[in-house]
């Protein structure tokens, strides 16, 4: 588990930070100064991204709860906790639920998933609509345990920022990454560089853009030497990289929280991103900081041609710092009037510490009972979750000229005549018709202070609900498809209103399908497992019946598999494989294996290697056979070659019964 920043560096000396300054409102911005035109990350607003949140029962290979509690084998309580403050989580389509008290309304106390791709979307969503323009996700050493989870969240991040039209870039922490020299070049190299190819990957000056954070900190996580360091910087350049440096307070005098001795290797960097959670506190503290670091630093790096992304922070909630946006716009006054084009928000998701800016709970009544958080209200000041989101969005427009410079605060606290009130829940929910395949569900209709806008159905798994369709505001039935043969599932439904707030769940109700027929596909939304996937094309596309989705092994790797479970022995007659329908995929054949398995570990040869041809003028499918009396749970597809890619590829993987 990776110790937070702000734990290692809130005790280091502020030596200096005193004798803080008044300000007048008539104060004039200073001409903007950076070394180098605008891009992605010069002249932007860029927010620190985490992504490193997983709840047990969300498919991630951390498998637990990654980063809200102490013991992630355990679900979240009082007792258990990583965090300190509580999200938001009304946006989310899928949470999970924890072992809190519930929320101060009634509500059950459940929290989100990074993991789950409909999350970072939601993230990414609000990075757009709010006005952030690049988010630079944080990667700690990926050798270890968490390095299949890290993976696969870059992959998330992309395909977010793709379709939300925002920026991204991978900032790498060293913290406690030994082998760091050696390792950051091979996991660019093999892993990392290859997101760059992606129209969302920022760049500035026509260069990938690529952070380290740590180099230079006087502490024991970082013991790298200046030789070291300098080696790392350089060869990121020499790979064509635009490189920041995320470095300490003090880099320019070299004392306090820097090592003595790396003058160099701060120097060398494209960009520098000095440090500030755990520095200041107070507006007094920011005044102070806009004399001793801020206009110095920036002389300074203007003096070498090196560009400068100061910190601006919203402050920690449960230290009670953030004087109701007060503290977070005096930093970016500051910044304005110092002339600086861009900064780096410290940070976006970071629950951990509480100096997030992502949607947070705005009263009591949004936060577990007995869970000893505080608020966004806890000064008295009532402000809406999405505050801070909103105060970002004006500091950045005041940073690019398009607001005035101003001391005071633009943006107020709450949103005058926004709805709040949520729709009430669905009731009397129940089960009105069921096949080997469907559930057909029927409820008693909603009410809102202004108006239903559509239902949410959702399946429920363990601790987890996960959406599976939509009804229209009017609607009071819906059949649910895809499901598998004698199987049993749970469902309740939402109501939504046109400002997007969520009623409470229904009352959950559980149906088992009745047995299937040979035109079912029993591997439809079945659980999935895989050799490997490159990007985001996993296992899970194959099995959910879309063919537009697909699955994409480790490409130049043969032999891959993909590997389908049915629940239970069952009679198995043939295997359709399915391309995704589009005139892109031109006719390729892949030579394929089936075998078959009772427990999933030990498997049996059903067809041997067969050139299986998907031909986009013919469906994009292919059929195969399996030998008559088959029974078995788990079957799996072996590739060995593919004359379109070197890798195996399947957009839909269906099996029929006998």
């Not at 009105?432 to 909603?446: E, I, N, Q």
């Not at 108006?451 to 798994?461: E, F, L, S």
Request: glycine share 10%; with cysteine.
């Amino acid at each position: 588990m990776v110790v937070s920043r702000r734990t290692l560096l809130q005790a280091v000396t502020t030596a200096g930070v005193a004798g803080a300054v008044g300000l007048g409102q008539s104060a004039l911005a200073a001409p903007a100064s950076a070394a180098s035109a605008p891009g992605d990350v010069v002249g932007k607003v860029t927010v620190g991204y985490q992504g490193w949140f997983a709840c047990a029962g969300d498919g991630a290979p951390i498998n637990g709860w990654w980063h809200w509690a102490q013991n992630w084998g355990q679900t979240p309580s009082a007792a258990n906790k990583a965090i300190v403050a509580w999200p938001d989580v009304r946006d989310y389509p899928t949470t999970y639920r924890t072992a809190f008290g519930d929320l101060g309304n009634g509500r059950p106390a459940s929290l989100f998933s990074s993991y789950d791709q409909s999350t970072v979307d939601v993230h990414f969503r609000w990075m757009k609509q709010y006005g952030i323009d690049t988010a630079a996700l944080q990667r700690f050493n990926p050798t270890g345990g968490e390095g299949p989870t890290r993976d696969a969240m870059a992959g998330k991040v992309r395909s977010a920022a793709e379709s939300q039209g925002v920026k991204f870039y991978v900032m790498y922490d060293v913290s406690d990454w030994t082998t760091m020299q050696t390792d950051i070049k091979a996991d660019w190299t093999n892993k990392m560089r290859g997101h760059t190819s992606s129209s969302a990957y920022a760049r500035q000056n026509g260069k990938p853009v690529v952070c380290v954070w740590g180099f230079g900190f006087d502490d024991a996580q970082r013991p790298f030497t200046p030789d070291a360091c300098l080696d790392v910087v350089n060869w990121f350049k020499a790979q064509g990289c635009y490189v920041i440096g995320g470095v300490p307070t003090w880099w320019r005098t070299g004392d306090r929280d820097s090592r003595p001795g790396f003058s160099g290797v701060y120097h060398a960097f494209d960009m520098l991103s000095p440090w500030m959670v755990g520095r200041i506190g107070t507006i007094a503290d920011a005044d102070n900081f806009y004399n001793v670091a801020t206009v110095p630093d920036l002389a300074e790096c203007s003096a070498h041609g090196i560009d400068y992304q100061p910190c601006v922070l919203p402050g920690g909630v449960g230290d009670r710092q953030r004087a109701h946006g007060d503290f977070m716009w005096r930093q970016f006054y500051n910044m304005g009037r110092a002339g600086v084009p861009n900064v780096y928000i410290s940070m976006f998701d970071e629950y951990n510490e509480g100096n997030q800016i992502a949607k947070t709970a705005e009263s009591q009544a949004w936060v577990p009972t007995g869970s000893g958080f505080l608020a966004l209200d806890e000064d008295g000041t009532a402000c809406s979750s999405d505050y801070y989101l909103r105060l970002t969005g004006d500091g950045g427009r005041m940073l690019k000229g398009q607001i005035a410079l101003t001391a005071t605060r633009p943006t107020p606290p709450t949103v005058a005549g926004g709805d709040t009130t949520a729709p009430t829940a669905p009731g009397n929910v129940r089960v009105t018709g069921k096949t080997g395949t469907t559930v057909t569900l029927a409820w008693a209709v909603s009410t809102d202070n202004i108006g239903v806008t559509n239902h949410r159905i959702r399946r429920i798994t363990g601790d987890a609900a996960t959406p599976i369709g939509t009804a229209d505001a009017d609607a009071t039935s819906f059949t649910v498809t895809g499901l598998s043969p004698s199987t049993s599932y749970t469902f309740d439904v939402q109501a939504l209103d046109a400002a997007g707030n969520v009623s409470p769940p229904s009352n959950r109700v559980t149906a088992t399908t009745t047995a299937g027929s040979t035109t079912d596909n029993l591997a439809l939304n079945r659980p999935t497992a895989e050799s490997g996937h490159t990007q985001n094309y996993s296992s899970a596309n194959a099995v959910d019946g879309d063919p537009g989705t697909y699955w994409e092994s480790t490409n130049h790797s043969f032999p891959q598999w993909l590997q389908v479970d049915l629940g239970s022995a069952t009679g198995v007659g043939r295997i359709v494989l399915a391309l995704p329908p589009a005139d892109a995929w031109a006719t390729r054949t892949q030579t394929i294996a089936v075998q078959a398995s009772a427990d999933g570990a030990s498997f049996s040869t059903l067809r041997s290697a067969t050139a299986c041809t998907f031909d986009p003028a013919a469906g994009n499918t292919t059929t195969l056979p399996l030998p008559a009396g088959t029974t078995t749970r788990h079957l799996r597809l072996v590739f060995t070659a593919n004359t379109g890619w070197p890798a195996g590829q399947v957009s839909e993987f269906r099996v029929f019964g006998a």
